[in-house]
């Protein structure tokens, strides 16, 4: 089924969870599938995700397509290094009513920190896979380190232009405002949100995502980590004219309910990057339906084949 890789029909080997030293005293925790043999596809997460909302059967059946798949808790997120840098929410409005503003970290840190992991595991490149603020770390580092990545697959995410990707107005309100402490408040905040951002044609299990939920607290969340990641998403500014100069092998992903990232955002994307295949999934929102997995795996190898 896929020719450059060994697909496997046997459980792949999972990693326990690792940690690698980035650099400016930032520590990423990581995880491996998959035979390390296989082609290296590197998964980022989006705003406040940690690694574990890559879902491990989705992680299993990229290992079972031949990959060896990495991965990671972004800086300020899960088992990560948290930065030191106080923020307020003052900054936030700012930076959301004109892209400009004073920040901890930028979309090129971001960046950054996945080549750095790449360096740590002796991995000269990868396939890039990342999701809502990952697909712009993904496009970030395609752009800013191109020999780094064999192709690139950007999904529910944006170019970074203001004028596409925009977010449903409802839903800021909620994303800036103050959380309650403790586990079963943000469960339910959380609940809330995807009940709001979910795929209307595909709708998670109700259990499924109260287990996410607490084990994402469960692991470390940081209200303060997830205002820098904003900051550095809002003042990322707008890479249509460098998304114009790769010659990777690129796939967009986006669904057509989105509220959280406008599908204008994915369309965007595939518009700017030469040859770049766009799949648009009816009623899928800001999340991956699990009933997706093969099709997005289907996808993501035949993306990669094209690399050669």
């Not at 930028?106 to 809502?132: E, K, N």
């Not at 997995?293 to 990669?304: G, L, N, Y």
Request: proline residues 6%.
């Amino acid at each position: 089924m896929y020719p450059s890789r060994r697909a496997s029909s046997e459980a792949p080997a999972v990693s326990d969870e690792l940690v690698a030293p980035v650099g400016n005293e930032v520590e990423l925790c990581y995880q491996t599938f998959g035979d390390p043999d296989g082609e290296p596809l590197l998964l980022v997460m989006g705003l406040s995700g940690p690694m574990t909302w890559w879902d491990q059967a989705f992680c299993e059946q990229l290992a079972s397509a031949g990959f060896h798949v990495v991965r990671y808790d972004n800086r300020d997120t899960g088992r990560s290094s948290r930065v030191k840098a106080p923020v307020r929410r003052d900054q936030l409005l700012r930076a959301f009513a004109t892209g400009r503003a004073r920040v901890p970290y930028t979309m090129s840190d971001l960046g950054s920190d996945a080549v750095a992991l790449l360096d740590h595991l002796g991995l000269d490149s990868a396939h890039v896979v990342g999701v809502s603020m990952g697909g712009m770390i993904a496009q970030t580092v395609a752009v800013e380190h191109p020999t780094r990545v064999r192709s690139l697959t950007s999904i529910s995410s944006t170019t970074g232009r203001r004028s596409v990707g925009w977010q449903h107005p409802s839903l800021l309100p909620r994303l800036i405002a103050p959380r309650k402490p403790g586990r079963e408040a943000y469960v339910e905040s959380s609940l809330a949100m995807w009940s709001l951002i979910g795929s209307v044609a595909y709708p998670a299990d109700p259990d499924a995502l109260r287990g996410r939920a607490i084990e994402t607290f469960d692991r470390g969340v940081s209200a303060s980590g997830v205002v820098r990641q904003m900051l550095a998403i809002l003042t990322q500014g707008d890479r249509t004219p460098r998304l114009r100069s790769l010659r990777v092998p690129a796939l967009v992903i986006h669904g057509t309910a989105d509220k959280m990232v406008h599908v204008s955002g994915g369309r965007s994307t595939a518009a700017a990057i030469p040859g770049a295949e766009l799949v648009l999934v009816d009623g899928m929102g800001h999340d991956l339906p699990s009933a997706l997995f093969p099709t997005f795996v289907e996808a993501i190898a035949r993306t990669a084949d094209r690399a050669g």
